[in-house]
């Protein structure tokens, strides 16, 4: 039976256990998709096992796998856009759907292999691709290409998964179906590391302004592991692995008041003109990007108790504004409220 609970038999038999919390109830089964938490909820814990199971799971994502050895377990957390889940299997088939592994939108899977053996597949024995991944393999995966995924034996896996239309994807490997790297590619397995000690936190007690420092860190890792990865598309990728160079600084710096557009140019070795170029066509232009990034941190900060305190100025010279009024006129224009309102609200919803 699938549950969104902790499992306590399955604490005395898996590894999966050190990510897991004791709940008193076991909440019916997930009828959303097996790869991101229930509707409302931060983290979801599931398993699957046994054939009633598998005729279940197969109507969220097509799966081959013999009833009697069919079980999975895994458990989602989900950081702004990103879908964390470290997976524990038993040998299976994934379907080549090309349907996103049941998401709503397109999505990118970064995937890093801990334990066993996966083999992704695409196309026919012919003329398709292939490609095994062993112990700290990884790959990425697009979710809207036919990719078979195939294990013969017990596996454990780690999964980030990304809506495409994200910033942190600006190289998308748009002439593969998918890309596979070994251990030779460090960010891999750093990625791999950071999400599985997430998912082994008290994810629901974190604060909102820990929620966005985590999720900062998994943008610099996902851009970063995209951008090794990723297989160039023509003469566009040059463009696009600066921007993605770009947004990263401005999401690490976007604190320091001197920020800017000159600023920013001159530290990154380039004109403004060619900075300003790198973003034409864009949702957003640089200072954009800057400013909506302080606007971020200034709203996680306006909602999180810790800071309920802290005065408009101090809060404007640690989140880059330089002045309450700066900050105060950039969070009116973006949300239509004052800070004080928003605060209020929090206070209330508390």
């Not at 759907?97 to 292999?113: E, F, I, K, M």
């Not at 078979?148 to 002439?175: F, K, Q």
């Not at 610099?220 to 090794?228: A, D, F, N, P, R």
């Amino acid at each position: 039976m699938t549950v969104t609970a902790s499992l306590e038999r399955t604490a005395r038999r898996t590894p999966f256990a050190q990510a897991q919390r004791p709940m008193n109830t076991a909440a019916p089964r997930t009828m959303t998709c097996p790869f991101e938490p229930e509707t409302g909820a931060i983290v979801s814990v599931r398993e699957w096992r046994g054939d009633e199971d598998l005729e279940h799971f197969n109507d969220l994502i097509r799966l081959s796998a013999r009833p009697e050895n069919f079980h999975i377990q895994a458990r989602t957390a989900r950081f702004g856009q990103f879908d964390i889940t470290y997976m524990v299997h038993g040998p299976l088939r994934l379907e080549a759907a090309g349907d996103n592994w049941g998401h709503a939108v397109n999505t990118l899977r970064l995937l890093v292999v801990l334990d066993g053996e996966v083999i992704l597949r695409h196309g026919d024995m012919s003329h398709g691709e292939m490609s095994t991944l062993r112990r700290r393999d990884g790959a990425l995966l697009l979710g809207w290409e036919e990719i078979a995924y195939t294990a013969n034996a017990p596996a454990r896996v780690v999964i980030v998964d990304v809506p495409s239309d994200h910033d942190v994807l600006g190289g998308l490997p748009e002439t593969a179906p998918f890309v596979a790297g070994g251990t030779e590619s460090a960010l891999l397995s750093a990625l791999a590391a950071f999400a599985l000690d997430l998912l082994r936190q008290d994810v629901e007690s974190l604060t909102p302004s820990v929620r966005a420092q985590i999720t900062d860190s998994l943008e610099s890792l996902i851009s970063g592991t995209v951008s090794t990865l990723a297989v160039p598309s023509g003469g566009d990728w040059n463009r696009r692995s600066q921007r993605m160079h770009v947004v990263r600084y401005i999401a690490t710096h976007s604190a320091d008041p001197e920020l800017g557009p000159s600023t920013l140019a001159t530290h990154l070795g380039m004109s403004k003109r060619s900075l300003q170029r790198l973003f034409e066509g864009e949702k957003y232009s640089v200072s954009q990007l800057i400013q909506a990034k302080r606007v971020d941190q200034v709203l996680l900060r306006l909602r999180d108790p810790r800071y309920a305190a802290t005065s408009l100025d101090e809060m404007a010279v640690l989140t880059g504004f330089g002045s309450a009024l700066a900050l105060r006129r950039a969070v009116q224009t973006a949300t239509g409220r004052t800070p004080s309102a928003l605060r209020a609200e929090a206070v209330a919803g508390n």
